[in-house]
Structures are given as C-alpha cells and as structure tokens.
C-alpha cells in the first residue's frame, strides 16, 4: 500500500503559476497527475517514469506544465505557468505500479493508488 498526500494548490488569476507537490510513502516508477473538474471525466495531465525520467504530457497543458521528481525527497512535481480558467479543476497525485514503458503515458496509465486531491481555481 503506497499513500500519496498532494498539496500546493489555490486560487490564482488566469496567466499565474501554482506548484503541486505529491509525497509518496513508497516507490513506484510510474506516477501521475489527473485532474477533474466539475461534470467532466477526469483526465490524464502529465505522466512520469521516475527510473528513466521521461515524461508525457496532455495536449492541452504542454508547454505550460513541467512534471518533476526529487527522488531523495520521493516527492513529485507539478509546475503550471500560463495558468486558464479552463485548468480549473481538482488535481489527483496517482501512482501505477503495474504501468511500464509505453504504459506510462497520460492517454494509457493505470492508477492504482491515489491522492486525496488539491484544488486549484483560476479565475479570469
């Protein structure tokens, strides 16, 4: 059993940055950062293979997201510039032990174990 704690999010105006934080009690490979927003599915928004440090992204945060990771700390990150009122949404820490290679992709990884949660409000 791995437990993930978020935290970092808040309310900021639209074009400003917020930086999630994800602790993890253990180590898993692939990890990940879903969101939800209200009466929407939840989506994949940034992947990361922690072993070999290569990352995905959704089409829709490329560019303005950065996932990180400080394995000393077994902490990840989620850096968000360019913030839209459309990235409105609750934002998930999920890890997936069973995702390896290609599987740790936004649009194909399977969590297994999930954060609580941190909200992060843009407003325009």
């Known amino acids: 059993q791995v437990q993930l704690v978020e935290s970092g999010g808040g309310s900021v105006q639209a074009g400003g940055s917020l930086r999630l934080s994800c602790v993890a009690s253990g180590y898993i490979n692939c990890m990940a950062w879903f969101r939800q927003a209200p009466g929407k599915e939840r989506e994949g928004v940034a992947a990361i293979a922690r072993g070999r440090g290569s990352t995905d992204y959704a089409d829709s945060v490329k560019g303005r997201f950065t996932i990180s990771q400080d394995n000393a700390k077994n902490t990840m990150y989620l850096e968000m510039n360019s913030l839209k009122p459309e990235d409105t949404a609750m934002y998930y820490c999920?890890?997936?032990?069973?995702?390896?290679?290609?599987?740790?992709?936004?649009?194909?990884?399977?969590?297994?174990?999930w954060g609580q949660g941190t909200q992060v409000t843009v407003s325009s």
């Open positions: 999920a890890a997936a032990p069973f995702a390896y290679g290609s599987d740790c992709h936004v649009a194909r990884v399977s969590a297994t174990y």
